[in-house]
T-cell receptor, first 113, second 111 residues
């Protein structure tokens, strides 16, 4: 069964460093998303991406964040200058069309020291 | 602002003891309600989508139902492997893409 994959599973970085989280969405899906979950809190929407453009973003997704689809399979989230409060699980998701169920990857645990 | 409230926060059941989890929502035009299962340290695993009041979906020991204000996830004769956090999320008319999640219900099924 096709699934969303994410790398790395765990990333440790120093405050102020740049990190790139990678995702491979399900191959026939057209819509891609990033969510985050701070330990013990709700899953929160960050951004959605379709047709090589951001289609929607939350107030969390400020200028420190960017997304890119560098090739036909990968979808990345970049955090330019990490802060302690960026420590969280980051989930990539994808869906066939908008409004349909979103399928989530296993997540990347980001720890900012 | 869309709001999703799940209750109870935690639920302990004995194996075989059926129960229900609740998800109440306040949204500007519901476009879809989604149930997910999340195991510790893992991503949410899709279970069901419900689009309109009165709709029901079933999968093994789980059944999801939807009214105009809430959804229920009924668990019949649960087994220890059903232990997980169950998440409810909504897609509202204010967005084509953003899922708003509840905090989840942590279900523990004891053998």
């Amino acid at each position: 069964e096709p699934e969303v994959t994410q790398t790395p599973s765990h990333q440790v970085t120093q405050m102020g460093q740049e990190v790139i989280l990678r995702c491979v969405p399900i191959s026939n899906h057209l819509y891609f998303y990033w969510y985050r979950q701070i330990l013990g809190q709700k899953v929160e929407f960050l951004v959605s991406f379709y047709n090589n453009e951001i289609s929607e973003k939350s107030e969390i997704f400020d200028d420190q964040f960017s997304v890119e689809r560098p090739d036909g399979s990968n979808f990345t989230l970049k955090i330019r200058s990490t802060k302690l409060e960026d420590s969280a699980m980051y989930f990539c998701a994808s869906s066939v069309i908008q409004g349909n169920e979103q399928f989530f990857g296993p997540g990347t645990r980001l720890t900012v020291l | 602002e869309d709001q999703v409230t799940q209750s109870p926060e935690a639920l302990r059941l004995q194996e075989g003891e059926s129960s229900s989890l609740n998800c109440s929502y306040t949204v500007s035009g519901l476009r879809g309600l989604f149930w997910y299962r999340q195991d510790p340290g893992k991503g949410p695993e899709f279970l069901f989508t419900l689009y309109s009041a009165g709709e029901e979906k079933e999968k093994e020991r789980l059944k999801a139902t939807l009214t105009k204000k809430e959804s229920f996830l009924h668990i019949t004769a649960p087994k220890p492997e059903d232990s997980a956090t169950y998440l409810c999320a909504v897609l509202s008319g204010g967005s084509n893409y953003k899922l708003t999640f509840g905090k989840g219900t942590l279900l523990t099924v004891n053998p």
